[in-house]
């Protein structure tokens, strides 16, 4: 489910872009040092959440699915906001007051982001061609 998430998460800041090759699962075991099965399920659960399309021997890619894209970026916030709220639940902080510190929190936080970051240049990736990720099995 980690693997899972950062897929999202690069999807939705768009360090993978629609339809862009993704490498082959044991270049993706190799690149985060997991256990070849474990990407393999990785990949499954990303194909069976439509967030991948593997067609034939041909190299995996992300969906072009308008919907599918659009979604992973609610899920992920609903994901970030159920937990926070958990979080906080028992501190009793009138939401006035909660409002007030998350926009200061995020406005230091957007200040702090380096200017010359560029999410790509981390992306999953092949090395020598951001939009070749190598085929599926190999």
Do not use: C, W
């Not at 979604?71 to 994901?79: H, K, N, V």
């Not at 200061?104 to 939009?131: E, G, K, M």
């Amino acid at each position: 489910m980690q693997v899972v998430r950062l897929f999202k998460e690069k999807i939705v800041t768009g360090a993978l872009q629609p339809g862009q090759t993704i490498p082959s699962r044991r270049e993706l075991a190799a690149l985060l040092k997991i256990n070849p099965n474990t990407a393999q399920r990785a990949y499954k659960e990303m194909e069976d959440q439509s967030l991948i399309v593997t067609e034939g021997n041909s190299p995996s890619r992300i969906t072009t699915h308008l919907d599918v894209l659009s979604g992973i970026r609610t899920e992920l916030l609903s994901e970030s906001v159920e937990a926070f709220v958990a979080s906080i639940r028992n501190i009793d902080v009138p939401l006035d007051e909660l409002l007030e510190l998350i926009r200061r929190q995020y406005a230091t936080a957007q200040a702090n982001i380096q200017p010359d970051y560029h999410p790509s240049s981390h992306s999953l990736s092949h090395p020598n061609n951001p939009s070749e990720g190598g085929s599926r099995d190999d």
